[in-house]
């Protein structure tokens, strides 16, 4: 039994090759967290387009309308959902999408300069949801570079919560993943295949719905 999970946009040429290579060997694949769409294997994972949809609805019932996402040039999936579920709501709600998108390989100094300069250039932006934790972080720092305040003058989502958000003062919004939820399912899963209970040509793709913590 093998479970494999993606970490970098540079891996999935070669686990395109490395996946066939196991499904021909008649052997069982479970993903976590992301997926390759192309190829026939077991799945579990968030919810990401409902994960940013909500997140948008949530700051639109707080009266903000121009906001923002700043998030990652990928075409994994859980970015590509993410995106889709933040336009999604944005359409819906009849505003304009504001994204900005970072490369992966950035250090933290180059996405910090990069966000400072996107806020600067839309200075009536009132909330913005970042796609990844460490975006958030960079975004902390650059809303403190622009001498703003979060919350009182910009509202601020993080997707993937991080401990520091617990701790700063205002507390910041997320979009959890349940962990203990995720990791469950992901065991059950394997086990199933492994005693047979499940065929290996009968492919699961189980969704969790994430958590809103609001700050």
Do not use: W
């Not at 192309?38 to 994972?45: A, E, K, L, M």
């Not at 990652?72 to 359409?91: F, K, V, W």
């Amino acid at each position: 039994m093998i479970c494999l999970m993606v970490e970098k946009i540079s891996d999935y040429f070669f686990s395109h090759i490395a996946f066939h290579l196991l499904i021909s060997d008649g052997l069982p694949i479970v993903l976590f967290d992301r997926y390759l769409p192309n190829i026939p294997t077991d799945y579990v994972g968030l919810d990401n387009y409902n994960g940013t949809y909500e997140a948008v609805a949530f700051l639109v019932e707080g009266s903000r309308k121009n906001i923002a996402l700043v998030t990652l040039s990928s075409d994994q999936t859980q970015m590509a959902e993410r995106q889709s579920g933040y336009l999604a709501a944005m359409e819906e709600h009849g505003l304009s999408p504001i994204i900005l998108k970072v490369s992966f390989e950035n250090d933290t100094e180059t996405t910090v300069a990069q966000c400072v300069q996107f806020i600067k250039e839309h200075p009536g932006l009132d909330a913005i949801i970042f796609a990844t934790n460490y975006l958030s972080l960079s975004g902390i720092k650059a809303i403190s570079d622009r001498e703003l305040k979060i919350s009182a003058d910009i509202s601020l989502i993080d997707f993937d919560d991080h401990d520091v958000f617990k701790i700063y003062n205002p507390t910041i919004s997320a979009i959890s993943q349940p962990l203990d939820e995720l990791t469950k399912q992901l065991f059950k899963t394997l086990l199933d295949k492994l005693e047979n209970k499940v065929r290996l040509k009968d492919i699961s793709k189980v969704i969790i719905q994430p958590e809103l913590s609001r700050g």
